[in-house]
């Protein structure tokens, strides 16, 4: 346990369907990440959020939409996806930006 | 070229055997990480490094900054070390840059 938990653990959906990641940190962290793992790739900084406030987005496109409405919880909103899209998706979070990150379980996620 | 290489991408050992796995980058950083990722995905980060060397039980943790190269090694491993082992650094203020990752098994 790291104290990062994410909902759901797995994901299948549709590519016209809409639906919504979570991740909750019980750390007392200020940023908050959101990484995508796809096969045989590494990972891939999506949004950074610092106290509550985004900081980053690394060209991810518009399908994919964050939301962080306190420094505790971070949602990933996802609409019309691809089936490329298919991937891991972790959040993190760190007491500062350059603190050690902390990692949730994860969301694995197929796109039909 | 990835900013970023790990070697080897696959390693299998049998239990008891010193691990070594190797990390070379191609730019200045402030830290250098080491992280593990069992099956299943959850990831949980090993050390956080940006000069010298650092132990932790079994696992230890060294950096040459003037050859931008950082090795993890594993003594008397074990196969719940089993696991891919990324590396993956900061250079300056920018974002994290990781590795592929290396594909560690142990067999009992």
């Known amino acids: 346990e790291t104290g990062v938990t994410q909902t759901p653990r797995h994901l299948v959906m549709g590519m016209t369907n809409k639906k919504s990641l979570k991740c909750e940190q019980h750390?007392?962290?200020?940023?908050m990440y959101w990484y995508k793992q796809s096969a045989k790739k590494p990972l891939e900084l999506m949004f950074v959020?610092?106290?509550?406030?985004?900081?980053e987005n690394n060209s991810v496109p518009s399908r994919f939409s964050p939301e962080c409405p306190n420094s505790s919880h971070l949602f990933l909103h996802l609409h019309t996806l691809q089936p490329e899209d298919s991937a891991l998706y972790l959040c993190?979070?760190?007491?500062?930006?350059?603190?050690?990150?902390?990692f949730g379980p994860g969301t694995r996620l197929l796109v039909l | 070229k990835n900013e970023v290489e790990q070697s080897p991408q696959n390693l299998t050992a049998q239990e008891g055997e010193f691990i070594t796995i190797n990390c070379s980058y191609s730019v200045g950083i402030s830290a250098l990480h080491w992280l593990q990722q069992h099956p299943g995905g959850g990831i949980v980060s090993l050390f956080m490094?940006?000069?010298g060397k650092k132990k932790h039980g079994r696992l230890i943790a060294t950096i040459n900054i003037q050859e931008k190269h950082s090795s993890l090694h594993i003594t008397a491993s074990h196969p719940r070390d089993s696991a891919v082992y990324i590396c993956a650094v900061k250079p300056g203020a920018q974002k994290l840059v990781f590795g592929q990752g290396t594909r560690l098994t142990i067999n009992p």
């Open positions: 993190a979070s760190s007491q500062g930006r350059e603190e050690t990150q902390y």
């Open positions: 490094l940006s000069s």
């Open positions: 750390l007392g962290h200020n940023a």
């Open positions: 959020y610092n106290f509550k406030e985004q900081t």
